[in-house]
């Protein structure tokens, strides 16, 4: 206990690690403002982010439009805004599949050595491809849209939490205290849920925000050549692809969601990095 | 002025330690502090020590007790972010070394002052020879060529006890036992006045490392160097020490020739270190532990620092931290209640 | 006094590269209820190894077990999940034996949960508490973790755990050699205090000869997989037999001036374990080496009374 009676679990040292980096705190900060502008976008928006308007087409960003409106008329600031959701949505589910899925096969292979290669050989297949044209074979396979988008994302992510749960599975299964455990009478499954996943979660919370940022990034690029959202949905990569024919005069249609684009994975990558970071002299005990 | 007592004493010490002797190493209110997550930590709080020529001084003391960041001061090599030496001066043959720059460090390291660290597994280059990190530290300090160096390196394997056939081994090759000889003979090759060894044979079996202590008892006969032995082990401290300084939160709290400290008076944590100790030549049913365990170096006890686990604690230990005692020639306690010379359960 | 355990001819191979290594070589001896038996040896001997196969943490190649007179060779899982809680171990490295993410209760009490002992959340933690008075841990380190603790607390956890199902049996691997000095000594006053209140049966494993001593009653002399010698305590120290037990005595530095320093020093390092073949396996450092050596396999014999060795020249180096 700490001074202060609240239980000293290695989660408080880690935050307390952790808060100590401000651009990781930064970075969570901008992440927690995101969040908060995608669930709060309707109240924020001034206008409907679909609503056409032809008198106001292609005005430059002014006091009553922030970014501008597009070549229909409408108010980008508001898109942007609920793009926010798509950007979210998207990049949290995809990668919480993704590790889902990835994790268990990974426990699995470092815990049953018989399944080891089986599982590790079909991860190099997935992973032996580019993942760009694995997701674009996937939707083209599937259908042009948002849902099978995300389909082909979880699935080109998973390999990576797969290798990399089974690195720290595989380290942590020859720890002292999984032997005590087993000496102490503990099942396999007992095992695996209380002793090995806990311990081997570290790398795979860091993978987590990298893949986030893969899978933002992944999107944006496929709905640009719109294999993934389609339009009207005001998802990032969409706004840049539609702004892209009046790139030269009304460069804000592209900027401006590009920027969003940067300014969320840029703060992504700073909260991964200070999680290593936090997370890494756990390790080194 | 030296009475006839205090000659007595000096005579009786394996070293002839006189007033008018040469310091070779001469450590004066050395403080350095660590920043751990935003505590500080005194790992030596104001250690004076000194060490002569051909001197073997044991450095004895727990883990956490500050030894190794001492030894890594010496050489100007303690961890600058979170460490750093706040007072103090190291004085070899009169210069203080904490003045100097690395680049004028670096004359020393290696050369006049060597040092042997504690893990013999990583403490060698795996993708060199074990010839060719010898012969490195040859060429590092003496204008020699490279055959001169690779024979002075073969010389130095063979005066440690490794066939100098095995030049061009890796050190893969070899056991740990072999490792650290070859660690030594590197530490030797300048034939430096100052060896500093950390721990140097704690991860090795007790009958390698009996091979290593007797390796080191032959060299110390053999060449000139003076020794800072850093350890937990008493017993080795017996096996190849002159003189014995005892440490405990980043103190010293005694300090003597091996007979003083070993069978001399006694500061209380020496006493119950002996008496912790289960001895081979004598039958105890229950060994006498130390309460407590060593103080948080964060929170370091005011007064005494080993009050709160003393036995003979009283209203002066808490308040005020003692200053050495010499009550016999050359042995220093720092303690207000210096416990007679006795370890209990043997002599 | 009763036999608890007995070990028949125990052999544990692993398949290498390069061959098989014999990590432990046709091993037997007894230990009686109640008592300690100290299993000596240094870095290689399968000391360590020994001690995981008869707790079947690793599965031995050959040989039998026998358990409170119930041969446990190769018992059912259900079997072994009961035998387990009669057969318990303390561990070496009070840092990697502890699951960081568990605080000292959850450690504790967790063989409680598995075997389902408590009937409920009160009667769970009364006992989990109990156990941690009885090693020597205050209360108020219900809630910490091994992080915020030092390592004689973290060895006590570890004590604490093995004796929560109240064993019969302890395997006590190292579990005082990676601590201070002045914390050894409590850890062993400890160990020793509850194993007269409790009536436990040790085996405990060490390279320290000077800890063995003190909580052996009687002593076996591991060298690369083989027994080489066994006694009682007080006769081994008194009077070794082996060249190997005679040279590990002396090795011990000890820690007093008045005593008569007497090193035999052994040349050479180990020899291999793998494919060790049908020759003495310390011949290659003895000192009193002779042809017969490289040629057999000296057997175990008992040379004087209760006191056992294993050397082709043992009469003649001791003059009996």
């Keep these: ?285 | 002025m030296v009475s006839a007592m205090h000659l007595t004493l000096a005579l009786n010490n394996r070293e002839m330690v006189t007033q008018m002797d040469h310091d070779l190493l001469k450590i004066t209110n050395l403080e350095v502090l660590y920043s751990v997550d935003d505590d500080l930590v005194r790992a030596v709080n104001s250690v004076s020590l000194k060490l002569q020529d051909k001197e073997t001084l044991g450095l004895v003391g727990e883990t956490g007790a500050g030894k190794t960041t001492l030894a890594l001061s010496i050489l100007g090599i303690v961890p600058n972010p979170p460490g750093k030496v706040v007072a103090g001066s190291v004085e070899y043959e009169g210069i203080d070394l904490l003045k100097l720059s690395d680049r004028q460090l670096r004359r020393y390291r290696g050369k006049e002052i060597a040092m042997i660290f504690q893990d013999p597994m990583t403490s060698l280059n795996p993708v060199l020879t074990v010839g060719d990190q010898i012969s490195e530290v040859i060429r590092l300090h003496n204008k020699v060529s490279q055959s001169d160096a690779s024979s002075q390196a073969k010389n130095m394997l063979e005066l440690v006890g490794i066939q100098s056939s095995r030049y061009g081994d890796y050190p893969h090759e070899f056991s740990g036992g072999m490792k650290q000889r070859v660690i030594i003979a590197i530490a030797l090759a300048c034939n430096p006045k100052l060896l500093i060894a950390d721990e140097p044979t704690t991860a090795l079996d007790v009958t390698i490392q009996m091979q290593i202590l007797d390796l080191m008892n032959k060299l110390k006969k053999e060449r000139d160097s003076a020794m800072l032995l850093i350890t937990h082990d008493l017993g080795v401290v017996a096996e190849v020490c002159d003189s014995v300084a005892i440490m405990y939160a980043g103190e010293i709290i005694e300090q003597g020739s091996l007979k003083d400290v070993f069978e001399g008076e006694s500061h209380p944590y020496k006493l119950g270190l002996f008496n912790s100790l289960p001895d081979i030549d004598s039958d105890v049913e229950r060994l006498e532990s130390i309460p407590g365990i060593a103080p948080d170096p964060t929170k370091l006890p005011k007064g005494c620092k080993f009050h709160p686990r003393c036995k003979y604690c009283t209203e002066v230990c808490v308040s005020i931290n003692p200053e050495f005692i010499e009550r016999t020639f050359g042995h220093f306690i720092k303690c207000w209640h210096i416990q007679p010379p006795n370890r209990g359960n043997t002599v | 006094m009763s036999v608890l355990l007995e070990v028949n001819e125990l052999k544990k191979y692993f398949p290498t590269a390069s061959g098989m290594l014999h990590a432990v070589d046709k091993i037997s001896f007894k230990v009686e209820s109640g008592k300690t038996l100290g299993v000596v040896g240094e870095s290689g001997c399968g000391k360590s190894t020994l001690g995981r196969v008869v707790l079947h943490l690793l599965s031995a190649t050959s040989g039998q077990i026998v358990f409170d007179g119930e041969d446990i060779s190769k018992p059912s899982s259900a079997r072994l999940h009961e035998l387990r809680r009669n057969m318990q171990m303390v561990f070496q490295d009070p840092f990697s034996s502890l699951n960081p993410r568990q605080s000292v209760s959850e450690i504790i009490g967790e063989p409680l949960l598995i075997y389902n002992v408590c009937k409920n959340k009160e009667e769970y933690r009364e006992r989990v508490l109990e156990l941690m008075e009885t090693v020597g841990l205050a209360q108020r380190y219900e809630n910490t973790y091994p992080h915020e603790l030092d390592g004689g607390r973290r060895q006590r956890i570890g004590i604490g755990r093995a004796l929560a199902l109240n064993p019969k049996f302890v395997v006590c691997d190292e579990p005082v050699s990676a601590l201070d000095v002045s914390i050894q000594a409590q850890i062993l006053n400890l160990m020793q205090d509850l194993q007269e209140a409790r009536g436990l049966t040790y085996i405990f494993i060490t390279h320290n000869l000077s800890v063995v001593k003190h909580i052996s009653d009687d002593i076996m002399v591991m060298y690369l997989g083989e027994m080489v010698e066994k006694s009682n305590t007080k006769e081994l120290f008194a009077t070794q037999l082996h060249p190997y037990a005679k040279a590990l005595l002396s090795s011990i530095p000890r820690a007093r001036l008045d005593v008569k320093r007497d090193h035999i020093l052994l040349r050479g390092e180990l020899s291999s374990p793998v494919e060790p073949g049908d020759v003495c396996r310390f011949a290659q450092r003895c000192n009193y080496r002779k042809e017969i050596c490289t040629q057999n396999a000296p057997r175990l014999e008992e040379v004087l009374p209760g006191h056992f060795a294993a050397c082709h020249r043992v009469r003649e180096i001791n003059g009996l």
């Excluded at chain 1, 001034?46 to 006091?63: C, E, G, H, M, V």
């Excluded at chain 1, 599949?97 to 290669?117: I, P």
């Excluded at chain 1, 806990?198 to 992944?218: C, K």
């Excluded at chain 1, 920027?259 to 990558?269: D, K, P, Q, R």
């Design chain 1, 1 to 285: 206990m700490n001074s202060d009676g609240k239980k000293n679990t290695p989660l408080r040292e880690v935050w307390k690690r952790f808060k100590r980096n401000k651009l990781a705190l930064g970075g969570l900060i901008v992440l927690v403002f995101l969040i908060v502008v995608g669930v709060f976008a309707p109240y924020i928006t001034p206008y409907d982010y679909a609503a056409q308007d032809y008198t106001s087409r292609l005005i430059y960003p002014n006091a009553q439009h922030w970014f501008g409106t597009d070549n229909f008329g409408r108010d980008i600031f508001s898109r942007v805004i609920f793009g926010t959701r798509y950007t979210l949505f998207i990049g949290l589910v995809c990668t919480t599949a993704a590790a889902l899925v990835g994790c268990a096969l990974g426990l699995f292979a470092a815990f049953f050595s018989k399944l080891d290669n089986v599982i590790m050989r079909l991860m190099d297949v997935l992973i032996g491809m580019p993942a760009m044209l694995l997701c674009i074979s996937i939707v083209a396979a599937l259908g042009s849209n948002m849902r099978n988008m995300m389909i082909a994302l979880s699935v080109t992510a998973m390999p990576n939490f797969a290798r990399v749960m089974r690195a720290q599975v595989l380290t942590v299964r020859d720890q002292e205290f999984i032997e005590a455990a087993r000496s102490i009478g503990a099942s396999n499954s007992r095992i695996m849920i209380k002793h090995i996943v806990p311990n081997s979660l570290a790398p795979v919370i860091v993978q987590f925000t990298l893949g986030v940022v893969n899978a933002i990034l992944m999107s944006a690029s496929l709905s640009f050549v719109g294999m993934g959202v389609q339009p009207p949905n005001p998802e990032w990569g969409l706004l840049i692809s539609a702004g892209r024919a009046y790139l030269r005069s009304e460069w804000y249609m592209c900027i401006l969601p590009g920027l969003a684009i940067v300014i969320t994975t840029f703060a992504l990558n700073l909260l991964g990095d200070g999680l290593r970071d936090a997370l890494d002299p756990r390790l080194k005990q």
